[in-house]
């Protein structure tokens, strides 16, 4: 079992950049693909990014491709979204997930995650 804690968000400016982390419990974490999602208010929850056991496969969505970055440290049962050029439509609650997989494939599908952390809200002004 994994438990996910998110940090790092808050108020930003339009343009700007913040980093998000995730810190997981467990001696396992490297055996977990990881996905960050989002949710703004009265909208569904949607996948952002993630990251492959080993790190060495990404995705993400096309609203962020470009300007979102995922990283993870598995001797530090970590992962990260570092976000720059931030949107007004970025604003969410981002959430990280943890889906128990060794292989290079990631996913995107929300139902696929078994893990998910509190989330972290971060705002965007224009």
């Known amino acids: 079992q994994v438990q996910l804690v998110e940090s790092g968000g808050g108020l930003v400016q339009a343009g700007g950049s913040l980093r998000l982390s995730c810190a997981a419990s467990g001696r396992t974490f490297s055996s977990y693909s990881m996905g960050w999602f989002r949710q703004a208010p009265g909208k569904e929850r949607e996948f952002v990014g993630g990251?492959?056991?080993?790190?060495?496969?990404?995705i993400y969505a096309d609203s962020v491709k470009g300007r979102f970055t995922v990283s993870r440290d598995n001797a530090k049962n970590m992962v990260y979204l570092q976000m720059n050029s931030l949107k007004p439509e970025d604003t969410a609650v981002y959430y990280c997930a943890a889906r128990r997989s060794m292989g290079f494939t990631v996913v995107a599908a929300r139902t696929e995650y078994s893990y998910w952390g509190q989330g972290t809200q971060v705002t965007v002004s224009s």
């Open positions: 990251i492959s056991w080993s790190g060495g496969s990404t």
